[in-house]
């Protein structure tokens, strides 16, 4: 009975981070959108807030591909104890960055946020369709700051790359 309500504990656990994942960069996603919104007039700064500020999540199935991948190839005895029992709980808990010994999240990068800033600079007629979408993805990567922790410099890609992507260099 224990363990029957222990693994219900975990599984509301991970649904609870799965729908975070899912919602929790939504409002200031919708937020910088329409500030863009109310100074241009251009409704498309809402699509693109979106895109930059929320849907960037999108880039864990680069990591999660990555780990499906490498288990295929290498299905050893000592991949054994990362295979997931479930890859839809192995994909709601993000147990694919510790498997990996990789954290890659290519979107969640400065430079993005800088060739936005860039976009925003060079253009002519859709400056606020830039900034709104560089504001939603600042927004992104300071709330995955603050909610998990990690340090500034490493949502920047260059210096992930820098540190070979090693989840034990950049999650210690
Ligand atoms: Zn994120």
Redesign the pocket.
Known sequence: MKNGSQNLALQINSDIKMLR?IF??LPLSILSGFIGVWISGDIVCVAFALVTGWA??I??TADFGFYMYRIRRESRVAYSTHLPQDWVDCLKTGKYFQGNGKVL?P??SWEITFFLMLGAFSSDGSTWVWTSAMISHIC??L??HK?YATPLINYSFVYRAFKGFSYEELCK
Do not use: C, G, K, S
Request: proline letters at 0%; a negative charge; zero cysteines.
């Open positions: 994942l929790e960069h960037i999540d880039d864990h999240v979107f969640h992104h990567l709330q995955d909610t």
